[in-house]
C-alpha cells in the first residue's frame, strides 16, 4: 500500500502574534529559504562587525517574521524592545534554541548524541 503525506495540510501548531503602536501582526513562519538567508545573514557578520550593521541584520530578520510591520515602526523601536521580537520571531521559527545550563551537580552532556 502507497503511503502518502499531504504537506498542504502540515501547518504550524501555534500563532505567535506582536502587538506594535495598537496594531497586531502575526508571524509568518519561515520557509527554507527564509531560514536560509537568515542564516547567511547572521554569517556574514564578522567579529568586526559594526553595532549598526547587527542592527541592520536584526531589522531584516523582523521584517521577513513579520512583514505587515513597517520598518519605520522597526527602526522607531529600543534595543530592548528590539531585541525581545528578534528573540521572540528566531525562537517561534525554530531558529533559536535556548541553551540549557546544568543544574548544580550536573555535568554537561559530552558530544553530539
Known amino acids: ?13 501555534a500563532e505567535f502574534t506582536v502587538k ?22 547572521i554569517e556574514k557578520l564578522s567579529l568586526a562587525a559594526t553595532a549598526a550593521e547587527e542592527l541592520e541584520v536584526v531589522i531584516g530578520i523582523i521584517k521577513r517574521a513579520f512583514p505587515t510591520m513597517p520598518e519605520r515602526e522597526i527602526r522607531g523601536l529600543n534595543l530592548i524592545q528590539l531585541e525581545a521580537i528578534k528573540d521572540f520571531a528566531l525562537s517561534a521559527n525554530g531558529e533559536k534554541v535556548e541553551k540549557v ?8 552532556a559530552e558530544g553530539n548524541g
Open 1 to 13: 500500500m502507497t503511503k502518502f503525506l499531504d504537506l498542504d495540510a502540515v501547518t504550524a501548531k
Open 20 to 41: 506594535l503602536n495598537g496594531t497586531e501582526h502575526k508571524l509568518k513562519i519561515a520557509s527554507v529559504e527564509t531560514f536560509i538567508q537568515n542564516q547567511k545573514e
Open 101 to 108: 545550563e546544568p543544574t548544580e551537580g550536573e555535568t554537561p
